[in-house]
């Protein structure tokens, strides 16, 4: 009986010693946090541009027509749209029916000249942008045969909201866009007397020549409000914010690998994606957290990540 009790107490101790050395089991490695890596940077200091872009509408100033002297019917010459007509030089050609009817009626040949087509003359050089009569075509005495365009007459049409017309101005420097990627720098020639009562804007025109722009095309066009700003600036990807983007803020990294949140006055983006940043408490010695910042807390630890 006693050998009994004592082989229940040695097994009852070796199963509460296995229960210790089993009872916790190791951490699985996905569950141990990691040191986040982040890549680090300076702060710049950067002009900005301090303008405006407004939209813009493509528009021929300068048109001509060409129209019928007399009635009759039109004999074309092969002009289409697009081509490039010469002051001067004929348009096509007008045969009256009183000519129609001498070639039935005078068969000696004396009223010849009397039978010769009228030729229609251009006016003024300009591309053929409509085409209103072809071939054979009977007209009155006035229509208008064909409408002319000159190309170096083309402007921009920009249409300002009324709130900036005490800072846009006729003669000031402006920016063009096109459709390319070219910019054309050029100038606001004038206002319209009259300004859009539904939208609140008024049109300047932007000469901008021949550039070979259809009419009706919507371009950008960028205008100088003020002089450049000098600021401070980090890349786009450090600077981050709440959902109603009132408040910003970046990370600088501090002794240890510390990062420490810094609030700071977002203003202007650049075209080459920086972002100008104000803050009492940074300068363009710090260095602060480009990448990987999103989602840390005040004073995390973090890891630097060589580029």
């Not at 490695?29 to 982040?38: L, Q």
């Not at 866009?177 to 939208?199: E, I």
């Not at 786009?236 to 983007?245: F, H, K, M, S, Y």
Request: hydrophobic share 40%.
């Amino acid at each position: 009986m006693r050998y009994k009790i004592y082989f229940i107490l040695g097994f009852s101790a070796l199963l509460m010693v296995q229960a210790a050395c089993t009872g916790t089991p190791p951490a699985d490695e996905e569950t141990v946090s990691s040191t986040p890596m982040v890549t680090v940077g300076r702060p710049i200091s950067h002009t900005f541009n301090n303008s405006i872009t407004f939209n813009g509408v493509t528009q021929y100033q300068q048109k001509a027509v060409i129209r019928a002297g007399i009635a009759g019917y039109v004999h074309h010459r092969g002009w289409k749209t697009g081509d490039i007509v010469r002051g001067g030089s004929t348009y096509c050609t007008i045969t009256s029916k009183e000519q129609q009817a001498l070639k039935h009626l005078d068969e000696s040949g004396v009223l010849d000249k009397f039978k010769a087509p009228i030729p229609v003359i251009a006016g003024t050089s300009g591309i053929i942008t409509a085409v209103n009569y072809q071939n054979d075509d009977y007209v009155t005495e006035g229509d208008i045969l064909a409408t002319l365009t000159q190309q170096s007459s083309l402007v921009v049409l920009v249409n300002v909201p009324v709130e900036y017309l005490d800072q846009v101005k006729a003669g000031i420097a402006c920016t063009v866009l096109l459709p390319d990627g070219r910019k054309l720098n050029t100038h606001l020639q004038s206002g319209l007397p009259s300004a859009d009562a539904a939208v609140q804007t008024q049109s300047f025109i932007v000469p901008v020549g021949a550039t070979n722009l259809p009419e009706g095309a919507n371009l950008k066009v960028s205008i100088p409000l003020s002089g450049p700003d000098h600021g401070m600036a980090v890349p786009v990807n450090a600077v981050q914010t709440d959902e109603i983007q009132e408040h910003f803020w970046i990370f600088k990294l501090g002794a240890n690998n510390k990062a420490y949140k810094v609030a700071v006055k977002a203003g202007k983006i650049s075209p080459d994606s920086l972002q100008e940043i104000q803050s009492d408490k940074i300068n363009i010695n710090d260095r602060i957290i480009v990448d990987g910042a999103y989602g840390l807390t005040d004073s995390s630890t973090v890891k630097i990540q060589k580029k």
